[in-house]
């Protein structure tokens, strides 16, 4: 009998594949064509097909390693939470006050 894999869980919850969560999901994939194309490129190169062959593997081997690693530590939303917090500034300093006397003019309805 074939193999049936559940890939939804739920109504409302994201999805999950052998422990990979949501957006996780593309990047294993897009990880996968580029290490296709590169087999592609290694192999019209004229490299040894056993040499491609290791290279691949390990790198796939790598792959999805870090992405179920990722998976597991920031969950759903978590990487990407992370990378927005690493975009905001450490501190925002003003030598003066005209930014503020601007803002309530704004919002006094003056301009």
Do not use: D, W
């Amino acid at each position: 009998m074939a193999t049936v894999y559940e890939i939804n869980k739920g109504i409302n919850r994201s999805i999950e594949f052998k422990g990979i969560k949501a957006q996780y999901i593309m990047y294993l994939g897009a990880g996968l064509v580029g290490l296709l194309l590169l087999f592609a490129i290694l192999y019209v190169i004229g490299l040894n097909i056993y040499v491609c062959l290791a290279i691949i593997l390990t790198a796939g081997g790598g792959l999805i390693t870090v992405v179920q690693k990722f998976s597991k530590k920031y969950g759903e939303h978590g990487l990407m939470k992370k990378i927005a917090k690493s975009k905001l500034p450490g501190f925002i300093s003003s030598r003066s006050r005209l930014v503020f006397i601007q803002l309530k003019q704004v919002s006094n309805g003056k301009n």
